[in-house]
């Protein structure tokens, strides 16, 4: 093959990926805007064709391809306009001419449009989106050409579009590849973004004209995160301002090697006055953790609730900072799931106590055999010592509760509280404590929601006399709740560790519910830094 036909084979594969993309998108679209008869939610198979997605059709589209609530909704809507609304659009990706790339160029800048004024745009732009077009643009040029003839056809749709915007503002977070966070927030009143940044900006460069010998850049970054989560709350500029001057690294954690000669010590000003105290609440800050990471025994990763996996020194130095939120814990049998939990009221030797206003949450996971071990001596830790008031508390707990079940329910169904409680409508504290702790995430297909933002559900509806028992309850997000009470989906508890969904499409996935620790492998992992064979 010459290089000029690998070219063209080049340019007939993204022909054909064009098209297969056409058949992909109708697929969606297809899926997305079935239902189920209302009038016939007993059988199956008489099904409808809806005009348009309703609220739970991009369901079953994010569970049959495994992606999120958040894109299933996006794709579907993406998929419905091209397919239904632009067919001109869908034609062409059939064609081969156009790419998804720049179909969705365009229905970015399109779909606010009325169909009018949007087909006036797609039969300019559309003769110049094929790569064998005589004037091919590319997805900036065609962008920037769609939003020129918006504005042109409708001056008012440019101000529609930023109303429109500004009513789905929203702050966000999403976890970066290298392990970091990163926080927005979108469609924001452009003039209040300016004021919070300039504020921002103007107390570092204050800092830094105070001698602080951070990068702008990180200061800007602690002062915004700080008035954000409340460590700053009630403080004037000066106080904050003040706080920093006691936060500033020494010269060595700054890289300077070159100490200054000391000047002649200068008459002394009055003593300022004390820094003010500066705390964060911990507002949604949950880490679970093995003990045995946090004894230094492994370097396992921790959760970060929401985040995902962090690094065992990142997870040890959080659990520091959170001594004064709620401590509870996890003891697991051999197959890593939970056979006892509740609170933890003790520390490390040390390290600060529990304090009311700290909303921090953390989840110690320990297997039932090293909590044995530890306390009995027989594995020793450098950190056991420092740790052996919470080992204590925790083995207490466990003894107690691993015997009361074994007395009063041999079946090793936990009890409720009081004979009472399987009759309540909402589970007890502990009880949902307990579910939080045994099933971290909710149970929706390819959910992350963490447990402690979802409801705790019964999966047979309390209504249809299902019972407040452990065996009963699990957390669902509000919308995968609704989609099991309204939407038409049914879900069933094949046991501890797995649930089944059926949806109103009669598809069946299974949801694995994860053990808190997974049971040792039998084929050693290799050591770090250390190639997998």
């Not at 964060?280 to 025994?297: D, E, F, W």
């Amino acid at each position: 093959m010459t290089g000029a036909e690998s070219v063209a084979l080049l340019r007939a594969a993204q022909r054909q990926l064009n098209a297969a993309h056409a058949v992909w998108l109708g697929m969606v679209a297809e899926v997305g805007t079935r239902g189920l008869d209302s009038a016939a939610l007993d059988s199956a198979d008489e099904i409808v064709r809806l005009t348009a997605p309703d609220r739970w059709g991009a369901d079953e589209v994010r569970t049959a391809l495994r992606i999120s609530a958040y894109s299933g909704n996006e794709l579907l809507d993406f998929a419905w306009a091209i397919v239904r609304r632009f067919p001109k659009l869908h034609a062409a990706m059939a064609a081969g001419e156009l790419s998804i790339e720049r179909a969705k160029v365009i229905h970015f800048w399109v779909r606010d449009m009325s169909d009018e004024h949007a087909n006036t745009v797609i039969d300019e732009v559309l003769g110049h989106c094929s790569i064998d077009a005589d004037r091919p643009w590319t997805s900036e040029q065609i962008g920037a050409r769609c939003r020129t003839l918006g504005i042109q056809l409708d001056p008012d749709w440019a101000q529609r579009r930023f109303a429109e915007a500004h009513r789905d503002r929203r702050v966000i977070s999403w976890r970066n590849e290298d392990g970091t966070a990163t926080l927005a927030a979108q469609n924001q009143d452009p003039a209040r973004v300016a004021g919070a940044i300039a504020r921002v900006r103007k107390l570092a460069d204050d800092a830094k004209r105070d001698g602080d010998p951070r990068p702008v850049d990180h200061l800007r970054s602690e002062i915004a995160l700080n008035l954000l989560d409340g460590t700053y709350a009630d403080l004037t500029d000066g106080q904050i301002l003040a706080h920093l001057a006691t936060t500033r690294p020494a010269d060595a954690e700054m890289g300077e090697t070159d100490v200054p000669e000391p000047e002649p010590e200068a008459e002394r000003d009055p003593a300022p006055a004390p820094a003010p105290v500066a705390r964060s609440p911990h507002h949604g800050v949950q880490v679970t953790a093995k003990l045995s990471t946090l004894l230094g025994m492994d370097r396992d990763p921790a959760e970060l609730s929401g985040q995902g996996p962090v690094h065992a020194e990142y997870a040890r130095d959080l659990v520091r900072q959170l001594s004064a939120g709620q401590w509870r814990f996890a003891v697991t049998g051999p197959d890593g799931y939970a056979v006892s939990s509740g609170l933890v009221a003790a520390r490390p030797v040390d390290w600060e106590r529990r304090r009311t206003s700290d909303h921090g949450i953390v989840d110690l996971l320990i297997p039932a055999d090293l909590l044995q071990a530890l306390l009995e001596q027989t594995i020793s830790s450098p950190a056991v010592a420092l740790w052996r008031p919470v080992l204590v508390e925790i083995g207490r707990h466990h003894l107690l509760a691993t015997a009361g079940a074994e007395k009063d329910n041999p079946d090793g169904q936990p009890a409720p509280e009081d004979p009472d409680d399987a009759r309540r409508r909402f589970p007890r504290q502990g009880l949902r404590r307990d579910t939080q702790l045994r099933m971290t995430t909710c149970q929706g297909p390819g959910c992350r929601l963490p447990a402690a933002r979802s409801e705790i559900d019964h999966t047979l509806d309390h209504a249809r006399g299902g019972l407040t028992l452990a065996g009963n309850l699990g957390p669902l997000c509000e919308h995968d709740h609704d989609l099991k009470t309204k939407g038409g989906w049914q879900l069933l508890r094949l046991g501890h560790d797995r649930v089944r969904w059926i949806t109103r499409l009669g598809a069946v996935y299974d949801v694995e519910i994860p053990p808190l620790i997974e049971p040792e492998r039998h084929r050693p992992r290799p050591a770090p830094d250390e190639p997998a064979v």
